[in-house]
């Protein structure tokens, strides 16, 4: 590092190295099986309605795989928009899956999956970092409202991955609560990758960590140990659309 370069100069270049990184990624993720459950559903499957909404987790998973089935096919059926739907919805909520989800723009969970509104409920943070407000929302799905299904849900070319390793790689400091998030992702961090692919497989690893995360505390385990919780790790495509399993 040049000892004379204007601090703001050196934050604009590591930013736009960031940058280049995250964007860079999208080149270099492969797909991986053929959704979230084998067999999935074809593109016309009929959607549930609020009142008959899925109430296993198996059930949940197939309907979020017909979903996005759907979503990559281009036969939306935007479903529970009508106005008979919104007033149903006003004396109470039933959704049957929650998606922990990264922030990004590019991965809304309501139209990846072609669900509507009651359907999901949406807990969204850059890299699908935990927090106590993360871990607060998460467990009132589950504990409250009886959710039967918890997917951390991570995507390609994640721009929060790609800082963390920006930064663990050349010591850099972010922002203060930007470097909050570098620092929860660090110990997800591939070091038996390089370049690219340590970000790409940096991205599963944190599904997988936080998946895990989830499955250790005391209230989420004794659901998944009872059979009503399923909490399962899965990752968006951006260039196919698709979603799939990992582990």
């Known amino acids: 590092m040049n000892l004379t370069t204007h601090p703001q100069t050196q934050t604009a270049t590591s930013r736009r190295a960031l940058l280049r990184a995250s964007a860079a990624t999208a080149a270099v993720a492969s797909v991986a099986g053929t959704g979230l459950i084998a067999g999935a559903s074809s593109a016309s499957a009929t959607t549930p309605t609020p009142s008959t909404r899925p109430s296993t987790a198996a059930a949940a998973l197939a309907a979020l795989s017909a979903g996005n089935q759907r979503w990559r096919t281009q036969h939306q059926q935007h479903p529970h928009e009508s106005n008979a739907v919104r007033q149903q919805l006003v004396s109470g909520q039933s959704p049957f899956a929650l998606i922990l989800g990264c922030i990004d723009s590019r991965v809304p969970p309501e139209l990846v999956f072609d669900q509507g509104l009651g359907d999901l409920m949406t807990v969204r943070s850059a890299g699908e970092v935990l927090d106590e407000a993360v871990l607060g929302s998460v467990a009132y799905g589950v504990l409250e409202l009886g959710i039967p299904l ?17 930064a663990e790689e050349t010591g850099a400091s972010l922002p203060d609560h ?8 660090e110990p997800a961090i591939d070091h038996t990758q390089h370049g690219d692919a340590r970000v790409d497989s940096t991205i599963s690893r944190q599904v997988n960590l936080v998946r895990s995360r989830l499955a250790a505390e005391p209230d989420l385990a004794a659901k998944v140990s009872a059979g009503t919780l399923q909490i399962v790790g899965a990752r968006y495509e951006l260039n196919t659309q698709l979603v799939h399993r990992i582990s």
């Open 150 to 166: 918890v997917l951390v849900l991570g995507h390609q070319s994640c721009g929060a991955v790609a800082a963390a390793v920006h």
């Open 178 to 185: 930007i470097q909050y998030i570098a620092d929860q992702i």
